[in-house]
C-alpha cells in the first residue's frame, strides 16, 4: 500500500476522536524499529559475552559485523513482534471499553487478567521446569522485575496523559501483552534467549505506549464526514 503524506490512521481514544497521519506513523515504526535492533545487538553481546570477548580481544572485525547483522535481523523480527502486539492491543481495548461500556469496569477487568498472569508465569514455569520442587525464587524474581518496571513506565503514562484512567491499560500492555510477546523465549527457558527477547520486547513496548499520545492530533469534527468511519 501507497501513503500519501495526507493519509491518516484514524485512533478512538476516550474522548473524540484522534488521528495519526502516516508521517507520524512511519516515524513510529521506525523508532520502534531502531530501539529493537539497537537493544537486541547490546543485549545479544552481553549475555554471551564470554564466547564474544575473545572477538573483541582480537579484534576480529569481520566475526564481530556477522554476529551484529545476525543480532540486528533478530531485533527487527522482535520489534515487528511488540508493534503487532502493540496495536492488537489498542484494538482489543477499545473492544473492551465497547463491550463493558465502562471505564473503570473494563480497568478492573485488566487487573484481574494481570494478576493471573503474574500467577502463572510464576506457577506454571515452576511446574513445568522444576516439577514443582527445588527453590521457587528463579521464577519469581522475572516476574517481580517485569512487575516493577511495568509499574514505572505505567506511572509515567499516567502522568504525561494527566490520565488516571490511563495508568492500568499501560500496565496491561507492559505486563500481559509483553508476556505474550515474550512465550517463545519462555517456553524454551533458555536464560539466554529470555533476557535477548525481553529487553527490546520491553522497551519497544514502552516506547510506543509513551510516545503515542505525543503523536496523535485530535480530529476536528465534521458534519459531512460518514459516523461510521
Aim: charged content about 15%; proline content about 3%; overall charge positive.
Amino acid at each position: 500500500m501507497v501513503y500519501r503524506s495526507s493519509d491518516k490512521l484514524r485512533m478512538s481514544r476516550d474522548k473524540g476522536v484522534y488521528t495519526l497521519n502516516s508521517r507520524k506513523w512511519v516515524y513510529l515504526f521506525l523508532t520502534t524499529l531502531a530501539i529493537g535492533m539497537v537493544t537486541t545487538v547490546i543485549t545479544g553481546f552481553l549475555v554471551d559475552w564470554e564466547n564474544y570477548k575473545e572477538l573483541f580481544a582480537q579484534g576480529n572485525i569481520g566475526e564481530i559485523l556477522v554476529v551484529g547483522l545476525w543480532l540486528i535481523g533478530v531485533g527487527a523480527i522482535f520489534s515487528l513482534i511488540s508493534q503487532m502486539g502493540f496495536f492488537a492491543y489498542l484494538f482489543i481495548h477499545r473492544f473492551g471499553l465497547g463491550l463493558f461500556r465502562s471505564v473503570s469496569l473494563w480497568n478492573g477487568v485488566q487487573v484481574v487478567v494481570i494478576a493471573f498472569a503474574l500467577f502463572d508465569f510464576v506457577y506454571l514455569r515452576y511446574q513445568i521446569f522444576a516439577d514443582g520442587e527445588g527453590p521457587l525464587f528463579p521464577y519469581v524474581w522475572p516476574a517481580l522485575l517485569l512487575a516493577v518496571l511495568s509499574l514505572f513506565v505505567a506511572g509515567i503514562k499516567a502522568y504525561d496523559t494527566s490520565s488516571k484512567q490511563a495508568f492500568t491499560p499501560a500496565l496491561f500492555l507492559m505486563v500481559v501483552v509483553t508476556m505474550v510477546e515474550w512465550f517463545p523465549a519462555l517456553r524454551e527457558n533458555q536464560t539466554d534467549w529470555l533476557f535477548l527477547m525481553v529487553f527490546p520486547l520491553f522497551l519497544c513496548n514502552a516506547w510506543q505506549l509513551l510516545i503515542l499520545h505525543r503523536l496523535v492530533t485530535p480530529q476536528k469534527a465534521n458534519t459531512k464526514e460518514s459516523p461510521s468511519t
